[in-house]
T-cell receptor
Framework: DAGVIQSPRHEVTEMGQEVTLRCKLISGHNSLFWYRQTMMRGLELLIYFNNNVPIDDSGMPEDRFSAKMPNASFSTLKIQPSEPRDSAVYFC???????????FGPGTRLTVL | TQLLEQSPQFLSIQEGENLTVYCNSSSVFSSLQWYRQEPGEGPVLLVTVVTGGEVKKLKRLTFQFGDARKDSSLHITAAQPGDTGLYLCAGARSNYQLIWGAGTKLIIKP
């Protein structure tokens, strides 16, 4: 298995632009997590899906952030409009339960100028 | 409020030395996971401890779960440059909530 796949690996955009991050889960996994990692705040859970349904989105910073899971193997995280404070590394992870082992993708490094 | 405190936040030591990283909480966890993250990559699971007092060994790494399941430690013997990375602990609070520590950044100098 190729593991969790994220794209793009790097994204540089200007403030106000829309950003879409993509994630392909490991086949057979039913849980999907989006995280944001910064030096200041460490690893923060943004949203957790189980069987394509959002279970916990309390970590989503504000309405500018939205996440979808249109099918069992794919998810997107969208930021619109983006702001410089959104600059971070965004990870998605998949697993077979909320507290089971999480398999992380390589991350997307987002820079908003 | 940090529910899971990791210490130290940063540690830089020479190759061959021993070290211990701590993960502490006032909350009880049903299990606790340790991950290692290398630069430019996502965290990778090292071990999961489930039973209070449990000790697990992974080559030179020894993981211990506290008797009350509120704390855990990671001890590395004879550290090597390949051990360099960010070590994260994550505690399972319920069947859907995993609480992450802030991490310990470890640098092993040759």
């Amino acid at each position: 298995d190729a593991g969790v796949i994220q794209s793009p690996r790097h994204e540089v955009t200007e403030m106000g632009q829309e950003v879409t991050l993509r994630c392909k889960l490991i086949s057979g996994h039913n849980s999907l997590f989006w995280y944001r990692q910064t030096m200041m705040r460490g690893l923060e859970l943004l949203i957790y899906f189980n069987n394509n349904v959002p279970i916990d989105d309390s970590g989503m910073p504000e309405d500018r952030f939205s996440a979808k899971m249109p099918n069992a193997s794919f998810s997107t995280l969208k930021i619109q409009p983006s702001e410089p404070r959104d600059s971070a590394v965004y990870f998605c992870a998949s697993g077979q339960g909320a507290t089971d082992t999480q398999y992380f993708g390589p991350g997307t490094r987002l820079t908003v100028l | 409020t940090q529910l899971l405190e990791q210490s130290p936040q940063f540690l830089s030591i020479q190759e061959g030395e021993n070290l211990t990283v701590y993960c502490n909480s006032s909350s009880v966890f049903s299990s606790l996971q340790w991950y290692r993250q290398e630069p430019g990559e996502g965290p990778v699971l090292l071990v999961t401890v489930v039973t209070g007092g449990e000790v697990k060994k992974l080559k030179r790494l020894t993981f211990q779960f506290g008797d009350a399941r509120k704390d855990s430690s990671l001890h590395i013997t004879a550290a090597q440059p390949g051990d360099t990375g960010l070590y994260l602990c994550a505690g399972a609070r319920s069947n859907y909530q995993l609480i992450w520590g802030a991490g310990t950044k470890l640098i092993i100098k040759p």
